[in-house]
């Protein structure tokens, strides 16, 4: 697995913590970083992505609320809920093309959640990338 692709998951893992948790992303990115062994541009870019989507959480969980029609965010699983914020702040940055953050999304949520999940996500952000 590249380093994009590690930092993106634990990006995704220190979301989903801190709001499990009730915790900073902080710490939470701490937690994760002590069992792994790292290399530095790894953790930084994992930083940059956690960070970024959770101050732009609220943004997030309101695209998604618009976009997951009949579909509350209480109902929407954490793993998945974490992913589609992850996801939904790279597409605002658009320093990647959309493809390769939809591929990326799509891809942890089959591997942490479901093949429903990756359909449901992938369903999401091309919504998101249309409107």
Known sequence: MGKRST?????MQAIYQAEVADTT???ALQNLFAA???IPATEKFAVELAGQAWAERAE???A?????K????????????????????????G?????VVIDEAVEMAKKYSSQEAAK???????GYLKN
Do not use: M, Q, Y
Not at 120 to 126: A, E, S
């Open 70 to 93: 009949d579909w509350p965010l209480d109902r929407l699983g954490r793993v998945d809920h974490s992913i589609l914020r992850l996801a939904l702040c790279e597409l605002r940055a």
């Open 120 to 126: 449901f996500i992938n369903g999401i952000l091309g």
């Open 95 to 99: 320093e990647l093309p959309a493809s």
């Open 25 to 27: 992303i902080e710490t």
């Open 7 to 11: 930092s993106r998951r634990l990006a």
């Open 60 to 62: 997030s969980d309101r």
């Open 36 to 38: 792994e062994k790292l």
């Open 64 to 68: 998604i609320t618009k976009l997951s």
